[in-house]
């Protein structure tokens, strides 16, 4: 299995859920909000204290010229109207004006709507405005006007002590009138003091400021509105842009959360492809649009016998095994190629017949992709149903020899009785005598056939016991000995000095190896050679006895029919031994395969038996030993 590949992110990002940062970008937007407002506000407020701050300079402006331009204020208001009218000259004032203390208007710009009403309405009188300014906003014809009001004192404490000192010195000196200036004759003029007594000194001068009225400047709102029109405009502007800024956060997390969540997916269902191609039993071959290899599995690299290196990026043309550049020629043509058998011809391999599948891929729009090559070895399949055709058909020969078996019996032992009797009634030593116990010779060679037919047919049950494998082979040899002496055949065993003991039927093992020696003996020239060998396997669940003889070897066309009944090259042969012999082997969960020496004919035939080690380990179901497959392909 392919190890878990972490993703490189840090922990504490991939921690981070996708409502949390949506919280965090809420709370951002909020923030960013509440300082436009904020800051709007501010704004605002700075504007009207600009506006304020400038009509409060212009106030003092017109104290000032109260100061420098006249003494006695009280009775000089108008004297201040051409420094109004001058001073209103300037953009953005609408009027200025000075109000007495009962809301009449003692001095102004000449503004053609300035009248009392207009003016001074709503005025709270002296005393009860502040030394500092206040405004308010009111309508002024078809606009509005930013009106800021305070009082209007333009002579300091300063001021009033020089007038008192004036006054005194006046008074010792002139009488009333002296200066072209009277008194003020109403009771207003004599509560402010006005003149001072005599006896008044310096210490007795009021040190606050004297109200004489109240200034008051109209600025035109219309800048100011439009300031303020623009500062919410940026303000919505600005809010807009946060809003959308945070939609598209919003947006961009859940994409972001559903991208990661994708990329693992993606990333989780490549891992499980690798691992079923990986671990497909079958071979799996993939090319790109060049017809370069892209892909290849275990199975196919096992299959074609190559190097994994050597195979990706290697042309698919040049591959061993296929015609693969006649299977892409047809894939160009018809699109895709339905299982069919094929043989799989790889160079230093036994050919094996494979399954083949494959298609041409293109995507939705019709792009082509590749080639994609399913092989799926059919051998041990194809060699698995022709045993069992073979079963089939020595199980429908056995019933068949069982029956005609036992109505053989019956006339070969009615036979047999005459052909004694006969013999002894004749002349010894005549023809007639000899014919008749040549008769009985027949006749026992018949009953043989028919025996080896039944046990053929009825094998019967194969207990195994544990037993030296080694004591089977030396007691075959013995039973033997005398055919093997006869052609004179020497005799070679390849016996380890140790070796467990196995699962075995010793009587029907023995069997097998005798039919195995005599045939052997049998397809010897007279000075030939038989080796036993018996060596585990290198899998360590099975064992082989090899018998190999020096004799002309099996045909080539013969190799695939010598295990079947009946079957036989030589005139006396009944076509039966090797049959049972493979019979037996296959009862005891063994396999047992025939070869050439050498791989050809000429040099002997070499039979092996690969036998289990353990109950449990069964040959036939098991995928040929290294033995079997070095056998095969010689």
Avoid at 104 to 117: K, P, Q, R, S, V
Avoid at 231 to 260: G, I, P
Avoid at 382 to 400: I, M, P, V, Y
């Amino acid at each position: 299995m392919a190890a878990a590949t972490s993703s490189p992110r840090p922990l504490w990002i991939r921690s981070l859920s996708p409502w949390m940062l949506l919280g965090l970008a809420l709370i951002l937007g909020a923030a960013v909000t509440a300082l436009s407002v904020r800051s709007s506000q501010r704004e605002r407020e700075a504007m009207t204290q600009n506006m304020v701050d400038r009509a409060e300079a212009l106030i003092w402006a017109l104290e000032a010229g109260g100061r420098s331009g006249f003494c006695r204020p009280a009775d000089n208001f108008r004297s201040l109207e051409p420094l109004l009218m001058e001073t209103a000259k300037q953009p953005g004032i609408v009027f200025m004006a000075v109000a007495g203390s009962g809301g009449l208007i003692m001095a102004h710009n000449g503004a053609a709507a300035l009248t009392t009403e207009q003016a001074a309405a709503a005025l709270p009188p002296p005393e009860k405005v502040g030394e500092g300014p206040a405004w308010r906003v009111r309508q002024w014809g078809e606009r509005k006007v930013f009106e800021v009001y305070r009082l209007f004192a333009p002579l300091r404490p300063e001021h009033q002590a020089h007038q008192g000192r004036m006054g005194r010195m006046f008074g010792r000196g002139m009488g009333p009138g002296m200066m072209g200036e009277a008194a003020p004759p109403d009771a207003a003029g004599a509560r402010r003091g006005w003149p001072p007594p005599p006896s008044a000194g310096p210490e007795e001068v009021p040190q606050t400021r004297r109200a004489l009225g109240i200034a008051m400047v109209g600025l035109d709102m219309q800048p100011f509105e439009a300031a303020l029109a623009a500062d919410r405009r940026n303000t919505l502007v600005s809010a807009a842009l946060v809003a959308a800024l945070a939609l598209a956060a919003v947006v961009s997390l859940f994409w972001a959360h559903n991208y990661r969540r994708s990329r693992r997916m993606l990333r989780d269902q490549r891992a499980m492809a690798a691992e079923v191609v990986a671990n497909l039993p079958l071979g799996l071959i993939t090319s790109d649009p060049g017809g370069a290899v892209a892909l290849i599995n275990a199975t196919a690299l096992d299959m074609l016998g190559l190097a994994r290196e050597r195979a990706v990026g290697a042309s698919l043309r040049g591959l061993p095994g296929l015609d693969w550049a006649a299977l892409a020629r047809e894939l160009a043509k018809k699109g895709r190629i339905p299982d069919r058998e094929a043989r799989l011809n790889v160079p230093g391999r036994r050919p094996a017949a494979v399954s083949l599948g494959a298609a041409a891929v293109r995507n939705e729009t019709g792009v082509f992709l590749g080639h994609v090559f399913v092989l799926r070895d059919i051998t041990e399949v194809k060699r698995l149903r022709a045993e069992a055709q073979r079963h089939d058909r020595l199980a429908a020969l056995g019933n068949l020899a069982a029956g005609v078996a036992h109505e053989i019996r019956n006339p070969l032992s009615t036979i047999k009785g005459v052909a004694v009797y006969l013999a002894r009634r004749l002349a010894p030593g005549g023809r007639e005598e000899e014919a008749a116990r040549r008769m009985v010779d027949e006749v026992d060679r018949l009953d043989r056939v028919v025996s080896e037919l039944l046990q053929f047919a009825r094998p019967g049950a194969m207990p195994r016991s544990a037993g030296d494998v080694r004591e089977v082979i030396r007691h075959a040899l013995r039973l033997a000995e005398a055919d093997l002496q006869a052609k004179g055949v020497r005799v070679a065993q390849d016996l380890p000095p140790e070796f467990p003991d196995v699962p075995i039927h010793a009587e029907r093992l023995t069997q097998a190896l005798l039919n195995l020696f005599l045939n052997a003996a049998q397809a010897m020239s007279p000075g030939g050679e038989l080796r036993v060998a018996l060596a585990p396997l290198p899998d360590g669940n099975f064992y082989a006895i090899t018998v190999t003889d020096t004799g002309p070897g099996i045909a080539e066309a013969a190799l695939s029919s010598i295990f079947t009944p009946y079957f036989t090259t030589r005139p006396s042969g009944t076509g039966l031994g090797l049959s049972i012999a493979l019979q037996i082997v296959e009862g005891l969960g063994g396999r047992l395969h025939a070869a050439n020496v050498g791989g050809a004919p000429g040099q002997g035939a070499e039979f092996t038996l690969i036998l289990p080690l353990r109950p449990d380990a069964d040959a036939t179901d098991a995928a040929p030993a290294r033995g079997d497959t070095e056998k095969n392909q010689r």
